[in-house]
Nanobody
Framework: VQLQASGGGLVQPAGYLRLSCAAS????????MGWFRQAPGKEREFVAA????????LYADSVKGRFTISRDNAKSTVYLQMNNLKPEDTAVYYC??????????????????WGQGTLVTVSS
């Protein structure tokens, strides 16, 4: 599976964006998918993840209630809807995946395939 993230940009605080991650390859429906982000000078951190069935989902506490992860296996795409964006959400966002169990993981090193990243800037 190869991943291509898109949808980043500049948005004002309290605004919204939707990130997309398109996958190539026939095994997307077997992959657990996640979104991570990395701000300048900081380590890459977990944002959200969804398992292959779409039924097991996890969020970081910092985005819970504002972000929604979803997937469309027919389109081989995973989405991250980001609402009520805050300046501290500014980062490069990466989608990632791995072929794994029913329950998703939040650990960076468990994800074997990574997209190239898309920059989200929240600023007035």
């Amino acid at each position: 599976v190869q991943l291509q993230a898109s949808g980043g940009g500049l948005v004002q605080p309290a605004g919204y964006l939707r990130l997309s991650c398109a996958a190539s390859g026939r095994t997307f429906s077997n992959y657990n998918m996640g979104w991570f982000r990395q701000a300048p000078g900081k380590e890459r951190e977990f944002v959200a993840a969804v398992n292959w069935s779409g039924l097991n989902i996890l969020y970081a506490d910092s985005v819970k209630g504002r972000f929604t992860i979803s997937r469309d296996n027919a389109k081989s795409t995973v989405y991250l809807q980001m609402n009520n964006l805050k300046p501290e959400d500014t980062a490069v966002y990466y989608c990632a995946g791995y072929s794994g169990s029913y329950y998703v993981t939040t650990r960076v090193h468990d994800y074997t395939t990574w997209g190239q990243g898309t920059l989200v800037t929240v600023s007035s």
